[in-house]
């Protein structure tokens, strides 16, 4: 199934066939995705005919969910907008002085030693247009909808690895090109889709879906990785600036928003810590989180690279006496492998180099509800599991 997003670390492009196919096999029409970044899920699932709850507390990610799920004009309202918006003459503003960067034969790296994510070239048609939707737009959803245009023609020719702490040394290929907008692949239909921008635990205290889907966030298990460096608020700070346009105090070599530095507190998920019984704080947060879902069903994302391991997981679900199947899906590192930060961090991963897996802990919380283990679904269903192992 199509879907768009930005270049984004931990996305779930390539698992969204194998979690459409588990919701089929279930009696559902709502779905909660609790922490959606791009919603390249919540996109699949409107798709897929469910009603969407969609959360982040990413403002971007809002942004992105108001586009793809609650817009109802069709492409063609949008079209002329998008082909005035392409035509501005680019001027030097905010984003050129801070994120803009000249060829320099080759480096990006400026005269002041700090690298740019992008050309001067498209740093002025980002300050021309961001302005221009300001003025333009005529409610937040349609802002929406001309700023993910704005972030997905922006991704398009950055120089970056896929995030945005570090940048490359020499211009990707791509920084050469003139960024365009296109209008989204917008969805429309008529269903009550929501979209919050909440803390998880207060939103799911107030809201009842047939079936959640969580992948939260998760640092490096690699105790030798900065813990600092694996906040999504640091991987993707410059989108939060170009939703709000409210020109931030910035900090470090890469130009980081203040509000996404290392000295912010993360996400309980991201939390690196142990209790003094030796297991992640993050694991608890779990714990919490399925303990507390108002929903018949929950699927569980979770890489073997997070902070909670595979057991500690199943030994919450047993603890919580739940039904529970489990799909591994071995899939290819995507382009966040290649992150680099020490000497220590590069031995570290060489010292655990191992499959990249991605587990579909699959769990039923309806105790009348007669449950079907994913064993018994393949053999059911007429589906390509090929690079999946049941655990």
Same mark, same amino acid.
């Given at each position: 199934?199509?879907?768009?997003g930005?270049?984004?670390?931990?996305?779930?492009k390539?698992?969204?066939?194998?979690?459409?196919?588990?919701?089929k096999?279930?009696?559902?029409?709502t779905?909660l995705?609790?922490?959606s970044g791009?919603?390249?899920?919540?996109?699949?699932?409107? *798709?897929?005919?469910?009603?969407?709850? @969609?959360n982040?507390?990413?403002?971007? @990610? #809002?942004?992105f +969910?108001?586009c793809?799920?609650?817009?109802?004009k069709?492409?063609?309202?949008?079209?002329?907008?998008?082909?005035?918006?392409?035509?501005?003459?680019?001027?030097?503003?905010?984003?050129?002085?801070?994120?803009g960067?000249?060829?320099?034969? !080759?480096?990006?790296?400026q005269?002041?030693?700090?690298?740019?994510?992008?050309q001067?070239?498209?740093?002025? *048609?980002l300050?021309?247009?961001? =302005?221009?939707?300001e003025?333009?737009?005529?409610?937040?959803?349609? *802002?929406?909808? /001309? /700023?993910?245009?704005?972030?997905?023609a922006?991704?398009?020719?950055?120089?970056?690895? !896929?995030?945005?702490?570090?940048? /490359?040394?020499?211009?990707?290929p791509?920084?050469?090109?003139?960024?365009k907008m296109?209008?989204?692949?917008l969805?429309i239909?008529?269903?009550?889709?929501?979209? %919050?921008?909440?803390?998880? %635990? *207060?939103? &799911?205290?107030?809201i009842?879906?047939?079936?959640?889907?969580?992948?939260?966030?998760?640092?490096?298990?690699?105790?030798?990785m900065?813990?600092?460096?694996?906040?999504y608020?640091s991987?993707?700070?410059?989108? #939060?600036?170009?939703?709000?346009?409210?020109?931030?105090?910035?900090?470090?070599?890469?130009?980081?928003r203040?509000?996404?530095?290392?000295? &912010?507190s993360?996400?309980?998920?991201?939390?690196?810590?142990?209790?003094?019984?030796?297991k992640?704080?993050?694991?608890?947060?779990?714990?919490?989180?399925?303990?507390?879902?108002? +929903? #018949?069903y929950v699927?569980?994302?979770y890489?073997?690279e997070?902070?909670?391991?595979?057991?500690?997981?199943?030994?919450m679900?047993?603890?919580?006496?739940?039904?529970?199947?489990?799909?591994?899906i071995?899939y290819?590192?995507?382009?966040?492998?290649?992150?680099?930060?020490?000497?220590?961090?590069l031995?570290g991963?060489?010292?655990?180099n191992?499959r990249n &897996?991605?587990? /579909?802990?699959?769990?039923?919380?309806?105790?009348? =509800?007669?449950?079907?283990?994913?064993?018994?679904? #393949?053999?059911?269903? =007429?589906?390509?599991?090929?690079?999946?192992? @049941?655990?």
């Amino acid at each position: 199934m199509e879907t768009e997003g930005i270049k984004y670390t931990g996305s779930k492009k390539l698992i969204i066939p194998y979690i459409l196919e588990l919701i089929k096999t279930l009696n559902v029409k709502t779905v909660l995705d609790g922490f959606s970044g791009t919603t390249r899920v919540s996109q699949a699932l409107k *798709k897929d005919g469910y009603t969407v709850f @969609s959360n982040d507390a990413s403002t971007w @990610s #809002k942004v992105f +969910a108001e586009c793809y799920l609650i817009n109802r004009k069709p492409p063609s309202y949008y079209l002329p907008i998008i082909s005035h918006l392409n035509k501005l003459k680019g001027k030097y503003g905010w984003f050129s002085e801070n994120y803009g960067g000249k060829p320099n034969g !080759g480096s990006s790296v400026q005269g002041d030693g700090k690298k740019r994510i992008w050309q001067i070239h498209n740093t002025m *048609k980002l300050d021309a247009i961001r =302005e221009e939707i300001e003025n333009i737009a005529k409610n937040e959803i349609e *802002k929406s909808v /001309l /700023l993910t245009s704005l972030m997905l023609a922006m991704d398009k020719v950055d120089s970056t690895l !896929g995030h945005q702490v570090s940048y /490359l040394r020499e211009w990707a290929p791509r920084a050469y090109s003139t960024m365009k907008m296109e209008v989204p692949k917008l969805i429309i239909d008529d269903k009550d889709h929501k979209v %919050f921008q909440k803390d998880i %635990f *207060k939103l &799911i205290k107030n809201i009842k879906v047939d079936l959640a889907y969580y992948d939260p966030p998760y640092g490096s298990s690699n105790e030798k990785m900065p813990p600092s460096r694996v906040r999504y608020a640091s991987y993707y700070h410059i989108w #939060k600036t170009i939703c709000l346009n409210d020109k931030p105090n910035l900090v470090g070599v890469s130009n980081r928003r203040e509000d996404a530095s290392d000295t &912010i507190s993360s996400s309980v998920f991201e939390e690196f810590r142990k209790t003094e019984d030796g297991k992640y704080i993050v694991s608890k947060a779990i714990k919490k989180l399925i303990d507390n879902t108002n +929903a #018949k069903y929950v699927i569980l994302s979770y890489s073997n690279e997070g902070r909670s391991t595979y057991n500690e997981i199943i030994e919450m679900f047993d603890d919580l006496k739940l039904k529970y199947d489990v799909l591994e899906i071995d899939y290819k590192k995507n382009v966040m492998a290649g992150m680099v930060w020490t000497k220590e961090w590069l031995n570290g991963a060489a010292e655990n180099n191992q499959r990249n &897996i991605e587990y /579909l802990f699959f769990i039923s919380r309806d105790k009348a =509800e007669k449950f079907i283990p994913i064993i018994s679904f #393949k053999k059911q269903k =007429e589906f390509d599991f090929r690079t999946c192992v @049941s655990a």
